[in-house]
């Protein structure tokens, strides 16, 4: 069940936004102030029209595909950042290991989503800062996982004997290490991308990261907040659309997490 | 558990002295400090003058050296937005937030512990598949769209609840559900997984076996062996309460640290900046150092390991 509907509604979304340009007529940029604010339901504007005159369903499908490049584009670095320094970390220990725990210890003295938006603050607006800025913030989880993982993976007897037989340093860490630190990678890379969705349309509602006009769902949002009194579906449709996308993947990286590893429970 | 205490103490000394560094580390991560600093319209030539007397003129390691000894003495410097101390400014805000934290915390154990409770006792019937549901949608609507959508139906709508703002009990309301929403699904979660996981222990067995009652059962044995890891999980999330409280804070206009903190990010008023963001850090540090020691507490098995 849970597994059925994650998977449904993150294909669903990842299909939604590969196809946005098929499923909607509308330019999500273009203008059209005779057709402001008008509500859903109206002809040739399913989801409504925005204080511009755009066209919502087209900023909503539109928005998914930069919502999901976003996730994807974090994820992929911070598993790889992460992932490297807690594999290099586990495996020589010694002072690597202990610089990487101190440094682990100070980015969780700050919540989340506090060091990301001060990072952007600082680096700049922009699509490239705010993956910059988002992985900055999370690679941590990866190294602490994967460093923990090759502890434990270190002392079992096929790395012991690979180890015996005379295989390089490098080998050893890669084609025997890795392979089995890579479940925990994707688990911990599936419960982090709704978290890193998540917190991107909360940066760009701040009025940070990505900026209007671009059809960014927490930009879009923020914009709603002006005409809340007048027009709720400026504000409803895009943030669904986010909730949506969250649950879809929380959902399938539960289930991942449960069949793949069950240690990670929690 | 003397020895426990200390060296949890000097290692939360040590992660607050490294927090300080990062924070002047991140300031220092977009370039020319100067350029932060300053609004955007500002003339060429009175760049320099500011960078004088700002000190930036001088070697890194002096200027890092001159923001470690005032951090610690509690001087980050002058808001360049409202001339006051910085630290005076965030600390002002201070208490707004940390009632609205108390606020969203104490809301989470009256709704989240006996959910998590409920739908662990009731396994695999309506009410824990209804209550399950519950949480992992709980879990997945951002805390800054349940707000605009609260603000919507109570305020616009049904004008039942003010927009923002603060000053009485209803203004407080929206802001605490909203930042209790999220943290609330996460517990429930926690809570239901801790009790199932008891419920299955032999001593379980043992007591239902001699013939308990099934409230002495639940209430005596489960809850009490169950609490020791939702105190901790649950205490280490708390913390995140304060990131959370960055957005909610500023969707209700509720005149807290993360609100202060947004809006000095805004303005690039950046002393207030890093005060807001290493006062944050040492509450959230000092957090943790108290669900460690409680833990410690409650399980004298984890303080053995240092």
């Known amino acids: 069940?849970?597994?059925?509907?994650?998977?449904?509604?993150?294909?669903?979304?990842?299909?939604?936004?590969?196809?946005?340009?098929?499923?909607?007529?509308?330019?999500?940029?273009?203008?059209?102030?005779?057709?402001?604010?008008?509500?859903?339901?109206?002809?040739?504007?399913?989801?409504?029209?925005?204080?511009?005159?755009?066209?919502?369903?087209?900023?909503?499908?539109?928005?998914?595909?930069?919502?999901?490049?976003?996730?994807?584009?974090?994820?992929?670095?911070?598993?790889?950042?992460?992932?490297?320094?807690?594999?290099?970390?586990?495996?020589?220990?010694?002072?690597?290991?202990?610089?990487?725990?101190?440094?682990?210890?100070?980015?969780?003295?700050?919540?989340?989503?506090?060091?990301?938006?001060?990072?952007?603050?600082?680096?700049?607006?922009?699509?490239?800062?705010?993956?910059?800025?988002?992985?900055?913030?999370?690679?941590?989880?990866?190294?602490?996982?994967?460093?923990?993982?090759?502890?434990?993976?270190?002392?079992?007897?096929f790395v012991q004997a690979a180890a015996a037989l005379g295989v390089g340093r490098?080998?050893?860490?890669?084609?025997?290490?890795?392979?089995?630190?890579?479940?925990?990678?994707?688990?911990?890379?599936?419960?982090?991308?709704?978290?890193?969705?998540?917190?991107?349309?909360?940066?760009?509602?701040?009025?940070?990261?990505?900026?209007?006009?671009?059809?960014?769902?927490?930009?879009?949002?923020?914009?709603?907040?002006?005409?809340?009194?007048?027009?709720?579906?400026?504000?409803?449709?895009?943030?669904?659309?986010?909730?949506?996308?969250?649950?879809?993947?929380?959902?399938?990286?539960?289930?991942?997490?449960?069949?793949?590893?069950?240690?990670?429970?929690? | 558990m003397r020895r426990y205490i200390a060296a949890r103490l000097a290692q939360a000394v040590l992660v607050v002295l490294l927090s300080l560094t990062a924070v002047f580390g991140m300031v220092r991560l977009g370039g020319d400090p100067v350029l932060l600093f300053l609004p955007m319209d500002i003339q060429a030539k009175d760049v320099n003058a500011i960078r004088q007397r700002l000190g930036f003129n001088d070697p890194l390691a002096v200027q890092y050296a001159r923001f470690m000894g005032g951090a610690l003495r509690g001087d980050f410097g002058e808001s360049l937005r409202y001339r006051r101390d910085a630290l005076g400014l965030v600390l002002e805000r201070l208490p707004a937030t940390l009632l609205l934290a108390a606020t969203s915390i104490a809301l989470t154990l009256i709704v989240a512990v006996p959910l998590g409770l409920l739908t662990a006792v009731r396994r695999d019937t309506l009410v824990d598949h209804v209550g399950t549901v519950a949480m992992v949608l709980g879990q997945a609507t951002p805390g800054f769209w349940l707000g605009l959508m609260l603000i919507y139906l109570f305020a616009v709508h049904l004008r039942w609840l003010p927009t923002g703002g603060t000053g009485s009990l209803a203004h407080l309301v929206m802001p605490s559900v909203v930042l209790a929403a999220f943290f609330s699904a996460r517990v429930a979660r926690l809570t239901r997984s801790a009790v199932l996981d008891v419920l299955g222990e032999d001593y379980i067995k043992t007591a239902r076996a001699k013939g308990l009652g099934e409230a002495r059962v639940i209430g005596k044995h489960t809850l009490r062996?169950?609490?020791?890891?939702?105190?901790?999980?649950?205490?280490?999330?708390?913390?995140?309460?304060?990131?959370?409280?960055?957005?909610?804070?500023?969707?209700?206009?509720?005149?807290?640290?993360?609100?202060?903190?947004?809006?000095?990010?805004?303005?690039?008023?950046?002393?207030?900046?890093?005060?807001?963001?290493?006062?944050?850090?040492?509450?959230?540090?000092?957090?943790?150092?108290?669900?460690?020691?409680?833990?410690?507490w409650l399980d004298p098995r984890v303080r053995i390991r240092p």
């Not at chain 2, 207030?272 to 957090?287: C, D, E, H, K, N």
Request: glycine share 10%.
């Open chain 1, 170 to 266: 490098a080998r050893l860490l890669f084609r025997h290490v890795l392979p089995n630190v890579a479940p925990s990678i994707i688990v911990v890379a599936s419960l982090q991308f709704s978290q890193f969705v998540v917190a991107e349309a909360a940066i760009s509602f701040l009025g940070f990261g990505v900026q209007p006009p671009t059809p960014a769902w927490g930009s879009m949002l923020s914009e709603s907040r002006d005409f809340l009194y007048v027009a709720w579906w400026l504000a409803a449709f895009p943030g669904a659309a986010l909730a949506l996308t969250a649950l879809g993947v929380n959902l399938l990286g539960d289930w991942l997490r449960d069949t793949l590893d069950p240690k990670l429970r929690v």
């Open chain 1, 1 to 157: 069940m849970k597994k059925w509907l994650g998977l449904v509604l993150t294909v669903a979304v990842v299909l939604v936004a590969g196809a946005a340009p098929w499923l909607t007529a509308h330019d999500p940029l273009l203008a059209d102030f005779v057709a402001s604010l008008k509500p859903p339901g109206t002809p040739g504007h399913p989801l409504g029209t925005d204080q511009l005159g755009r066209d919502l369903l087209a900023r909503v499908l539109y928005g998914a595909r930069l919502a999901l490049f976003i996730g994807v584009c974090t994820v992929v670095v911070t598993a790889v950042v992460g992932g490297l320094l807690g594999l290099v970390a586990g495996f020589v220990e010694r002072w690597p290991s202990a610089v990487l725990m101190r440094l682990a210890d100070v980015q969780l003295s700050f919540p989340f989503i506090l060091l990301a938006l001060t990072i952007n603050a600082i680096v700049g607006l922009g699509l490239r800062n705010i993956i910059l800025s988002l992985s900055a913030a999370g690679w941590v989880v990866y190294a602490r996982v994967v460093r923990g993982e090759v502890l434990s993976v270190k002392q079992r007897d």
């Open chain 2, 225 to 296: 062996n169950s609490a020791i890891p939702i105190v901790t999980l649950a205490g280490l999330e708390a913390g995140q309460l304060l990131g959370g409280a960055v957005v909610t804070e500023t969707i209700f206009a509720w005149p807290g640290l993360g609100r202060l903190t947004v809006q000095a990010l805004l303005n690039r008023d950046f002393p207030v900046v890093m005060a807001a963001v290493s006062l944050t850090s040492i509450v959230y540090t000092l957090m943790n150092l108290g669900v460690d020691l409680a833990y410690g």
